[in-house]
T-cell receptor, first 112, second 111 residues
Framework: GNSVTQMEGPVTLSEEAFLTINCTYTATGYPSLFWYVQYPGEGLQLLLKATKADDKGSNKGFEATYRKETTSFHLEKGSVQVSDSAVYFC???????????FGAGTRLAVHP | DAGITQSPRHKVTETGTPVTLRCHQTENHRYMYWYRQDPGHGLRLIHYSYGVKDTDKGEVSDGYSVSRSKTEDFLLTLESATSSQTSVYFCAMKAEGGHQYFGPGTRLTVT
């Protein structure tokens, strides 16, 4: 079946640093891919998505490109802020009924 | 905000007692899901529903059952809670565009 692997955290950065969180997937075909963000004490929120190969999803300064050659969907942001501190989850559609499979999550801490 | 709520938000219960968690949505979406979140595992699918009275098992369904008698409500039941079921439980519904909207979560502690 499908699987999603993302880099382990925590990731600790200074404000305005460049962020990359790696995510790779295994799948039959080319499923839609997602990044979700979870702020402390809250549920998951969709951050961005890409529905086919070579698509770039973007939102709030974050970007991720669906790369079928490397089966990757790495999350990037050019200049992080303290308010970006959260847990980030990579996810893929897996099977029918729009089921999702998630990576283990990466905790990001941004310091002033 | 998408209309999806969960109740209770926090619960402490004893081993061996039954527990029911409720998910309620106001969007009339057909597909709904229950996940549990544990450190190092991300979110794992427990059960899902694709319509009233239509449910199926997910990755970690042992010890859990679900019911969906109305479109808006999706109930998760632990028939006899165990300490391994201490977790944060999230309900979600499918949104237009293929992603899922998540509820705020229920933190369950089994002592």
């Amino acid at each position: 079946g499908n699987s999603v692997t993302q880099m382990e955290g925590p990731v600790t950065l200074s404000e305005e640093a460049f962020l990359t969180i790696n995510c790779t997937y295994t799948a039959t075909g080319y499923p839609s891919l997602f990044w979700y963000v979870q702020y402390p004490g809250e549920g998951l929120q969709l951050l961005l998505k890409a529905t086919k190969a070579d698509d770039k999803g973007s939102n709030k300064g974050f970007e991720a490109t669906y790369r079928k050659e490397t089966t990757s969907f790495h999350l990037e942001k050019g200049s992080v802020q303290v308010s970006d501190s959260a847990v980030y989850f990579c996810a893929s559609i897996s099977g029918g009924y729009n089921k999702l499979i998630f990576g283990a999550g990466t905790r990001l801490a941004v310091h002033p | 905000d998408a209309g999806i709520t969960q109740s209770p938000r926090h619960k402490v219960t004893e081993t061996g007692t039954p527990v029911t968690l409720r998910c309620h949505q106001t969007e009339n979406h057909r597909y709904m899901y229950w996940y549990r979140q544990d450190p190092g595992h991300g979110l794992r699918l427990i059960h899902y529903s694709y319509g009233v009275k239509d449910t199926d098992k997910g990755e970690v369904s042992d010890g859990y059952s679900v019911s969906r008698s109305k479109t808006e409500d999706f109930l998760l039941t632990l028939e006899s809670a165990t300490s391994s079921q201490t977790s944060v439980y999230f309900c979600a519904m499918k949104a237009e565009g293929g992603h899922q909207y998540f509820g705020p979560g229920t933190r369950l502690t089994v002592t």
